[in-house]
T-cell receptor, first 111, second 115 residues
Framework: GDSVTQMEGPVTLSEEAFLTINCTYT??????LFWYVQYPGEGLQLLLK?????DKGSNKGFEATYRKETTSFHLEKGSVQVSDSAVYFC??????????FGPGTSLSVIP | NAGVTQTPKFQVLKTGQSMTLQCAQD?????MSWYRQDPGMGLRLIHY???????DQGEVPNGYNVSRSTTEDFPLRLLSAAPSQTSVYFC??????????????FGNGTRLTVT
C-alpha cells in the first residue's frame, strides 16, 4: 500500500546551519506531496506542497522538489533559526483523499 | 475566522467510560477527518467524512464512532475507553475531498488519557 518514509531524528542543529530532512514515498498513481509543521502544543500547519513532478514548493525559506524518478520530496532550508524548532511531517495524498503521513522528524535549533 | 475548533483540550477518563470529542469547522469544508498521534507512529486516520451524512473508516477505527449530521460538525465518540486509546487526537478538514491540491486544516488537538 501507499506509504511515506522520513528520517525520524531527533535532529539538532546550530542556528544558521543548513537543514535537510529526507522524505520518500510509495504510491499507486501520482500523489500530491506536502510538508506540514507542528509547533509545540499545536496542530499541524501546511508548510508547502507540490502537485506534480518537478514542482518546487516553497515557504518561509523552506523548499522541497517533487522528484518522481527517485520518489522523493526532501525538505531543505539554507539557514535555520531557533523559531524553526518543531516537528516536520511529510505527507502524500491520492485521489481517494486519504492522506498518508510519515512518522515526523523532530528538529531542535540551538543558538 | 476560527478555522477548526476542537474541544476539550485535555481529558482524563477511566477505563470503560464514554465521551465525545467535538470538532467544528467554519470554512464550509466538505471533507473532515479524525487522526490520532502516537509517539513514533505519526498520524493514523481513524474515520473520515466526505460530506454530511457520509462517513467511512480509516486505518484504526475500532473503538470509535462518528457521525456527520451537518457540514460544520464531526464528533468522535469513544464508546468504552481503554488505556490503548490514550493519545492526542486531531480533527482535520479540507475544501474538496476529490482534489489533489487541497491541504488539510488541523485543530489544536485533544490530549486524552485513559487510566
Amino acid at each position: 500500500g501507499d506509504s511515506v518514509t522520513q528520517m525520524e531524528g531527533p535532529v539538532t542543529l546550530s542556528e544558521e546551519a543548513f537543514l535537510t530532512i529526507n522524505c520518500t514515498y510509495t504510491a499507486t498513481g501520482y500523489p500530491s506531496l506536502f510538508w506540514y509543521v507542528q509547533y509545540p502544543g499545536e496542530g499541524l500547519q501546511l508548510l508547502l506542497k507540490a502537485t506534480k513532478a518537478d514542482d518546487k514548493g516553497s515557504n518561509k525559506g523552506f523548499e522541497a522538489t517533487y522528484r518522481k524518478e527517485t520518489t522523493s520530496f526532501h525538505l531543505e532550508k539554507g539557514s535555520v533559526q531557533v523559531s524553526d524548532s518543531a516537528v516536520y511531517f511529510c505527507a502524500s495524498k491520492t485521489s481517494y483523499d486519504k492522506v498518508i503521513f510519515g512518522p515526523g522528524t523532530s528538529l531542535s535549533v540551538i543558538p | 475566522n476560527a478555522g477548526v475548533t476542537q474541544t476539550p483540550k485535555f481529558q482524563v477518563l477511566k477505563t470503560g467510560q464514554s465521551m465525545t470529542l467535538q470538532c467544528a469547522q467554519d470554512m464550509n469544508h466538505e471533507y473532515m477527518s479524525w487522526y490520532r498521534q502516537d509517539p513514533g507512529m505519526g498520524l493514523r486516520l481513524i474515520h473520515y467524512s466526505v460530506g454530511a451524512g457520509i462517513t467511512d473508516q480509516g486505518e484504526v477505527p475500532n473503538g470509535y464512532n462518528v457521525s456527520r449530521s451537518t457540514t460544520e460538525d464531526f464528533p468522535l465518540r469513544l464508546l468504552s475507553a481503554a488505556p490503548s486509546q490514550t493519545s492526542v487526537y486531531f480533527c482535520a478538514s479540507s475544501y474538496s475531498w476529490g482534489s489533489y491540491n487541497s491541504p488539510l486544516h488541523f485543530g489544536n488537538g485533544t490530549r486524552l488519557t485513559v487510566t
